[in-house]
């Protein structure tokens, strides 16, 4: 018997023991192509050895030492790389490092917090965020979520916040209405929920630029974050892009806020970040937020002990490094082609696959009962479970999502590939989904 309380405490679990290129390998010798990369995690594969070194290098050195008395090298040389690729609109700003997601999201809801209370603002404490979404587990990033499941069981310990509808046009795009009237009428729900809880208490909005587990993978329809930018600008409110799963280059572009034209004044980023070698988050704040803090406190009112850990910030600066050497967000936009049109051909006409959608390496196939309703297969199936297991006996690895909006959705197969596939593997794993999916309707 186990030792480890897993996600599952009963089921039988391989235990992996190698990873190879896009592979990974268990103790068995089986070998699964990786074709989700965990959760959007595993962006250089398994066995990336700049990225090993780089890592054995730092612990040779220095691993670790307070931040409350020293900075570090890598730290400093990420903060910089991290601020020089931002999207326009950033400024001078300052990145802060922690170890999940979930922590980054806790990290960042405290800075916006701190930013209005320098700004003489205290009043602004009310969050807005949207529904579908999901920005980590914690008590703090499980409140802002709108994932109805996630939620449920610890609906009584959470923060109110507020939530309007995420971007969703398979769903939520009125028949003849254009792309734009749509991202118009979303965004502006933004407007409408400020003015009701009376702007001067409102402090922030938070969005994921791409919309991962809850909706698989969900770009904003065009000209919606302008929208947002101008609506936070005219009420003072603070915007904070979650790209933990959507940014370090998934999309196409290293943060996907890029593609939108607009900056956020608080980023958070974590999964790809470290690309799986290290636990590595981290919170970018724009010079808006680290101008108030200079000309106030000159404090940042949090710290965790590993915050900018030397090793986890090496290995994540070497995962920057090879994606820039190897050009590796040119390579995300090809093979994303490559993915998005294999889908499309192999499952743009299948009876129960609703909607196909994503952007770069980062795609999602939406399987319904019905396609001329959209109803979902009843829950009870446990369908997005059945098409993961349908797909690894197939060798190939999916991350699964049921849809998380009370039934309103369909099950989710999600496909999130590691930027150095091959073609031929990017056409494995259409194969294998395509197949799973009909095995299991
Ligand atoms: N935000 C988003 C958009 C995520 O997808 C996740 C995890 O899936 C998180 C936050 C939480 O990250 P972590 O699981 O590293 O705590």
């Not at 910089?80 to 979930?102: C, E, K």
């Not at 919309?211 to 930018?229: C, D, E, M, N």
């Not at 994503?358 to 479970?385: C, I, Q």
Request: glycine share 10%.
């Amino acid at each position: 018997m186990s030792h480890v309380l897993r996600r599952s405490l009963t089921a039988e679990q391989p235990v992996i023991v190698r990873g190879e290129g896009a592979y990974l390998i268990d103790s068995d010798g089986t070998r699964y192509l990786d074709a989700c990369g965990g959760a959007a995690v595993s962006s250089l594969g398994h066995d990336n050895a700049a990225v090993r070194a780089a890592v054995t290098r730092q612990m040779e050195t220095i691993s670790y030492a307070h931040t409350g008395l020293f900075t570090n090298e890598p730290a400093e040389a990420l903060a910089d790389y991290l601020i020089a690729h931002a999207p326009d609109g950033t400024g001078d700003g300052r990145v802060m490092y922690l170890g999940s997601g979930s922590e980054a999201m806790e990290a960042a809801l405290k800075l916006a917090r701190q930013y209005h209370l320098e700004n003489g603002q205290p009043e602004r404490t009310r969050l807005i965020a949207r529904a579908p979404s999901y920005h980590g587990n914690t008590l703090g990033a499980l409140a802002v979520g709108g994932h109805a499941g996630r939620r449920a069981p610890f609906q009584p310990m959470l923060i109110g916040v507020d939530h309007i509808d995420a971007a969703y046009p398979y769903r939520l795009r009125h028949e003849n209405e254009s792309e734009t009237a749509f991202a118009l009428r979303m965004a502006n729900q933004l407007e409408d929920r400020i003015k009701a809880l009376g702007p001067e208490t409102v402090a922030a909005f938070i969005a994921e630029p791409v919309v991962g587990a809850s909706l698989g993978s969900q770009p904003a329809p065009a000209g919606y974050f302008k929208r947002i930018r101008e609506i936070c600008d005219t009420y003072g409110v603070l915007y904070i892009a979650d790209e933990v799963m959507c940014g370090m280059g998934r999309t196409g572009s290293l943060f996907a806020l890029e593609q939108e034209g607009i900056a956020a004044d608080i980023t958070t980023m974590a999964k790809g970040l470290g690309a799986g070698y290290m636990p590595i988050a981290a919170v970018m704040a724009s010079q808006t937020v680290v101008d108030a803090i200079l000309s106030g406190s000159g404090r940042l009112w949090n710290g965790h002990t590993y915050m900018s850990h030397a090793v986890a910030c090496a290995g994540a600066l070497a995962v920057m490094h090879e994606i820039d050497d190897r050009d590796l967000l040119k390579q995300v936009r090809t093979l994303g082609k490559r993915l998005e049109s294999g889908l499309r051909d192999a499952l743009g006409q299948h009876p129960h696959v609703g909607d196909i959608r994503g952007r770069g390496l980062f795609w999602t196939a939406e399987v319904v009962e019905d396609r001329a309703s959209k109803a979902p297969f009843d829950a009870k199936r446990n369908l997005a479970g059945r098409l993961q297991t349908a797909a690894m006996e197939r060798g190939v690895i999916t991350y699964p999502s049921q849809g998380c909006a009370d039934g309103v959705q369909g099950d989710h197969v999600l496909i999130a590939p590691c930027f150095t596939s091959t073609g031929a593997e990017i056409d494995r794993i259409v194969e294998v989904v395509a197949e799973s999916i009909t095995a299991e309707t």
